[in-house]
């Protein structure tokens, strides 16, 4: 249906006009003065060989009507030219469109999907062409048909956006978990529609189910609880090497979601209009996102999975190059830095890189809005082993919420204030740990941030 209106409308011709000065074709006036230079030329040449004389009124009178027909032509063979580059645009974002790594619907009001992409009717295992104009709820289990309507419900009476999680029935039977997100939009006729992103989530619940039964078996009791614990320890074994190989997997349709975007901005920039250019710009900007949260999610999986190599670790030389490594991205910004002489510590030198690296970022990171940064980097002794810590001059967090503080994709500042995926300090904590020590923090909101760790003067008999 869709289809048939852009076809109609690629069809209309209208009469060329040439663009008023507030166009977004204003800036091509110097074009159009060019254009109508030629034309004036083109008359001349065409007028020249005219033998009969005419009054001279009516020679500028046929002149001017000449000059304006080959300003015509010229125009229409312009307007050709860019409706070619058009359909080409119109056909690489289409090929982004169906190779995008969800399932992507467009359905009407009365809930009839109006489009779908490749990969939405392979979820579904139909073909693309059978499920137009089919109500979406045939491909929804009846048990969760409820959640549907009570979505759609919201979607369209509220406006807001809409996210869901309920199962879907394959045209040959088979169940499967998806989650849904929606929005709310209009047709070319105005119409209003919703947008849905459809995921397959049925791995992560079967993961997470598989999560639950363990923990519920492991409260039976104490009598079983080292066998239950080692059933843990492998299922979280078989997790990290799920998380590995997913975010493996997705750096495929990664690249070619940046490199079609790199594509698009390279050979079409500035024949796009202002929202598809923004569009343009969230999907490149959500695609460089996803790829520092896929190393991050490695990082993580790196850590649980990686033996340790301990040695003798020069604490101030590994916080040196940390620093140079996090101000490499910082441009010419200027900050205070306080860091002491520190005593030699005992551990993986790899991971505690990983570790400064990551807490000298965020001291970095959350003092960019104070008028003079200052960080602090300072150790001292403590019995067995020294304390660390790392000290600004920031924004600082509510210590109410120190207690997610370590947790994976826990923010307590939005991605426009400060980016980050939310996974850094949970890395920093598994290291910590592994090396026998713990870490712990003290802020206060508006006054800056201290993270402190400990790490043993020797190896421990117990870190592994």
Known sequence: MKNERMSKKKNRKDPPVAPSAKSPEASGTCQWGAMREKAEERARLSEAGTAAPVPEETSKLLHELRVHQI??????????????????????????????????????????????????????????????????TRFIFREDQDIYYNYRKQLFETGAPQVCELRMIKADGIPFIVRMDAIRA???DGAPVS?????????????????????????????????????????????????????HDLRAPLRHISGFITLLHKEYEGQFDETF?????????????????????????HIGRSEMHKEE?????????????????????????????????????????????????????????????EIEIRGKEDGAGYVYYVRDNGVGFDMRHADKLFGVFQRFHTQKEFEGTGIGLSNVQRIISKHGGRIWAESEVGHG??????????VPSQVA
């Open 71 to 136: 300003e015509l032509e010229m125009q229409n063979e312009e307007l050709r030219r860019t409706q070619v580059e058009l359909e080409t645009s119109r056909s690489r974002y289409f090929e982004l469109y169906d190779l995008a790594p969800v399932g992507y619907f467009t359905v009407s009001e009365k809930g009839l999907i109006l489009e779908a992409n490749l990969i939405a009717a392979s979820l579904l295992g139909v073909s693309r062409g059978s499920i137009g104009r089919q109500p979406l």
């Open 277 to 301: 250019r923004h569009y343009m710009e969230v999907i490149a900007e959500a695609s460089k996102k996803m790829g520092r949260l896929i190393d991050d999610l490695l990082a993580l999986s």
């Open 449 to 458: 941030a201290t993270f402190y760790f400990t790490l043993p003067k020797a």
């Open 186 to 188: 209009q047709d070319a």
């Open 195 to 247: 947008h849905i992103i459809v995921s397959d989530i049925t791995e992560r619940k079967l993961a997470e189910a598989t999560i639950k039964k363990l923990n519920e078996t492991l409260n039976i009791g104490n009598r079983k609880l080292g066998a239950r614990t080692a059933e843990l320890e492998l299922a979280n074994k078989e997790l990290e090497s799920f998380s590995f190989s997913v975010s």
């Open 313 to 373: 670790i020069n604490m101030k030389a590994l916080i040196d190059e940390a620093i140079l490594e996090v101000m490499c991205g910082e441009g010419n910004r200027q900050i205070e830095w306080k860091v002491d002489d520190l005593s030699h510590a005992y551990g993986d030198r790899s991971l505690m890189s990983l570790a400064l690296i990551n807490l000298i970022s965020n001291a970095v990171k959350f003092t960019r809005l104070s008028p003079r940064a």
